[in-house]
């Protein structure tokens, strides 16, 4: 039951950063290999913000905003000429990215471990069953879940939302019906950092910050975009789901082939669909 | 209104456009023809600003727009119907048809006056209709940006003769309106019913322009170019 539940929190984690990772790469083509980046960035400034003023309540609202400035600053300065040149000079781009964003994270911060204490009304424990779970991961699965309705919604129910999910489809011809494709290239792009960054702050309490941390996330994300199908949120989100269960289950039960399950687990949904879960075929 | 002079473009190394030049005057109906590989899709592409090309000159009202972005172009005013519809299939019939809407005579009620079908299937997927349905969703969408030029991409591609006919009645009914109109098609009755003008593309040059009455009985020109015998 309990590992159930952290299957659960962690699989939330890695749905908030693999569907900005998914609509990037299905609206914008781009594979974003410093998406991780993102998730160590925003775990950071979530430190420092935390730290400085005390609240990790204005940390989770604040450093996913300053890395979703970051990210819209480096989808218009770098991305943007790249786009005529086709995916291999943006993977490129953004696998140096990675290189930037862990010196500069060293730099700044160091190479320690370091982590911050859920805030007070998160702090116990509860009776579940015959065992206790920490509040703060019942709390990151019930984030998670809001955040993914909240999502869908506007991507199901705005204008914006509409112009998003055309564009994964069909972003040449969006652009011929007058919409300004580059706006919400960069939009898109803000936003899946953003989201990034928020799952950074929520994890900090929980797996703690180290340089190393998106390099590492970032092959789970990609795995679990790869599961759920490229550019869309339902995808993502079964993705985590299955992923999340899988790789606690097997760091619990075999923990010396935790990595060979959730390769395992990715080698058999690609068997049997390889578009994903959700995918749909290229055109 | 639109004046294509002698355009040049590439995709890669393949020179598709060799100094393609065509015009169209407020209200008129162009059609362009030729034989696949010609090079006319291209030239809608290159209009619409998906292409850019490498020489020779896109006038719109008289200022030069190519290079500009689509959808900076399709903000003066030109619609598109694109080759193989082009809908967005991750959004409902209703989603689609508004998906560029801008303000004009045209509204979603006038377009579903027009398609009474397309409002019974409003919350359908869009790739759920019928090939006719999904080509007048295609033309719907583009009026509703409101454009006072329609480009039309091989409108009748793939559609029964019966749906064919339909279209015809469409594309007459909008001409009636006044609305300027390119349409390549590879069906040649069709666009010697609808256009005022017919141009025949070539090896991406326009070898030939006349009335669609002088075409109907150029037998070499159909000969030569439409492989009409």
């Known amino acids: 039951m309990a590992q159930a539940l952290n299957g659960l929190e962690y699989g939330m984690l890695l749905f908030l950063l693999s569907v900005g990772l998914t609509l990037i790469f299905g609206m914008l083509g781009v594979v974003n290999l410093a998406h991780g980046s993102f998730y160590a960035l925003g775990a950071y400034a979530g430190i420092a913000v935390a730290v400085f003023t005390g609240s990790f309540w204005l940390a989770l609202c604040v450093a996913p905003l300053v890395v979703a400035g970051v990210g819209a600053a480096i989808e218009r300065s770098c991305l943007r000429p790249l786009y005529a040149r086709g995916p291999n000079a943006q993977v490129l781009l953004t696998f140096g990215f990675i290189y930037v964003f862990d010196d500069l994270l060293r730099w700044l911060w160091g190479s320690h471990v370091r982590s911050v204490a859920p805030p007070a009304a998160l702090a116990g424990v509860v009776a579940l069953g015959p065992g206790r779970f920490p509040v703060y991961r019942i709390f990151v699965i019930l984030f998670g879940l809001a955040v993914a309705l909240l999502l869908w919604l506007a991507l199901e129910r705005t204008r914006l939302g509409a112009i998003v999910r055309a564009g994964v489809w069909d972003a040449e011809m969006a652009a011929g019906l007058g919409v300004n494709v580059a706006r919400v290239f960069t939009a898109v792009f803000a936003a899946g950092a953003g989201l990034a960054a928020l799952a950074g702050v929520v994890a900090v309490p929980i797996q703690a910050a180290y340089p190393g941390m998106g390099v590492e996330i970032l092959v789970r994300t990609l795995i679990v975009v790869v599961i759920g199908g490229l550019g869309s949120l339902e995808g993502s989100l079964a993705g985590s789901l299955i992923l999340g269960q899988a790789e606690t289950f097997g760091k619990a039960w075999l923990p010396d082939s935790s990595m060979f399950i959730i390769y395992g687990v990715m080698a058999a949904v690609l068997l049997l669909r390889p578009t994903g879960l959700f995918g749909r075929a290229l055109r | ?229």
Not at chain 2, 206 to 223: I, Q
């Open chain 2, 1 to 229: 209104m639109l004046e294509v002079d002698a355009i040049h473009t590439f995709y890669g190394e393949s020179h598709v456009l060799d100094g393609a030049s065509l015009e169209v005057s407020r209200g008129q109906v162009v059609a362009l023809l030729g034989r696949n590989g010609a090079g006319k899709t291209t030239l809608v592409r290159s209009i619409i600003g998906f292409e850019r090309p490498r020489r020779g000159r896109i006038a719109w009202e008289g200022a030069a727009i190519q290079g500009q972005p689509p959808y900076a172009i399709a903000r003066r005013g030109v619609g598109l119907v694109p080759q193989g519809r082009r809908l967005f299939a991750p959004l409902s019939v209703a989603e689609n048809l508004v998906f560029g809407a801008r303000p004009g005579p045209w509204t979603a009620d006038r377009v579903y006056a027009l398609f009474p079908r397309l409002r019974e299937r409003a919350e359908q997927g869009a790739t759920t209709l019928s090939g006719g349905e999904q080509q007048m969703l295609a033309i719907g969408r583009a009026l509703l940006t409101n454009p006072r030029l329609l480009l039309l991409d091989e409108p009748s591609e793939g559609l029964a003769p019966l749906i064919v006919r339909e279209l015809g009645r469409v594309l007459a009914a909008l001409k009636g309106e006044g609305l300027a109109m390119l349409v390549v098609e590879q069906n040649l009755p069709l666009a010697l019913r609808v256009a005022d003008r017919v141009n025949v593309l070539s090896r991406g040059r326009v070898v030939y322009h006349g009335s669609p009455g002088e075409l109907a009985t150029d037998e070499d020109v159909k000969r030569r170019y439409l492989g009409i015998q």
